[in-house]
């Protein structure tokens, strides 16, 4: 009993500044994903073939771009844009630097989610706006947007869970946060109880984000 009090108060020592770290990453890298990616999934949305902004040129390369993006494994491509990290942040790694890479890794699956949103509409929504004689930009504002907001709040929340993963992956090469932690103290330092409270920890913040996200889809499917 002593062991595992003592293992505890360990744990809750170290864990405080790694915990912030992880969120602080996770959640700027999903606030500019979403900034930069709602409009790439909208505008590949609508440019397909027989959309309301029909331009099969833009929307094939658009398609290219997210496809290529979504392939690289997120190691890779944490290492391959060190150059634009130092240009941006000053410094390539470290728990600022890591929402770099983060975020240019979660822009194409935001934008492929947030299409996916926008193709579930109905297109007798659409047509009905349409007849009214609304343009493009309020079909996309006021029909669009608005008729999409649960399936965009589910990805979002899926987008933060999934960054949760990347972020403990950025921890192996300096990025801090929950997966420095795991890998200094717990693999690394040969002490099981810090990995196994790392992991505990990053199961219990996914539950309580993905709670949270069905929460707010819920309410919005109201």
Request: aromatic share 8%; hydrophobic share 55%; glycine share 10%.
């Amino acid at each position: 009993m002593e062991v595992l009090i003592e293992t505890i108060k360990k744990i809750m020592l170290l864990m405080p500044k790694p915990l912030y770290e992880t969120l602080y990453m996770v959640f700027a890298s999903t606030l500019f994903s979403v900034i930069f990616g709602m409009p790439l999934g909208i505008i590949t949305a609508i440019s397909e073939e027989g959309n309301i902004w029909e331009r099969k040129g833009l929307n094939k390369a658009l398609n290219g771009v997210i496809n290529i993006a979504r392939s690289f494994p997120f190691i890779i491509l944490m290492i391959a844009v060190f150059p634009l990290t130092k240009l941006i942040v000053g410094k390539r790694i470290g728990t600022t630097a890591a929402i770099v890479p983060l975020t240019i890794a979660a822009i194409p699956f935001v934008a492929r989610l947030i299409e996916n949103a926008i193709k579930e509409i109905s297109p007798g929504i659409i047509e009905a706006a349409q007849s009214m004689g609304a343009d493009v930009k309020q079909i996309v504002f006021r029909v669009m947007i608005p008729e999409a907001l649960p399936s965009i709040a589910s990805g979002i929340t899926l987008t933060i869970i999934n960054l949760i993963g990347y972020s403990a992956m950025a921890g192996a090469i300096g990025g801090g946060g929950l997966g420095n932690l795991a890998i200094r103290f717990g693999y690394q330092g040969f002490q099981k109880d810090v990995m196994i409270g790392t992991v505990i920890v990053l199961v219990l913040v996914v539950q309580i984000i993905q709670g949270i996200g069905s929460r707010i889809y819920n309410k919005l499917l109201k």
